[in-house]
């Protein structure tokens, strides 16, 4: 999570490919709430596919995204 004044720096990109170097042949998993489009854009642009939502409210749910190295 990165704060919302240091959003926009590249600093979620780097976070991510800090944790993905970790794990190099790795499956990974993420979820975030569908309203926060900036993040889905993110995780979007960095090779994630949506592979599930769960309905929350009528209004609201959560998106779990993927992405293989394997």
């Known amino acids: 999570m990165v704060h919302p004044d240091h959003q926009n720096k590249g600093i979620g990109k780097m976070l991510m490919s800090a944790i993905e170097g970790l794990f190099p042949k790795s499956r990974y998993e993420l979820f975030t709430g569908s309203k926060s489009e900036k993040n889905i854009a993110l995780y979007e642009k ?25």
Do not use: P, Q
């Open 46 to 70: 960095l090779g994630y596919k949506t592979f599930k939502e769960s309905l929350i409210t009528s209004d609201f749910s959560l998106v779990y995204l993927e992405k293989k190295r394997l």
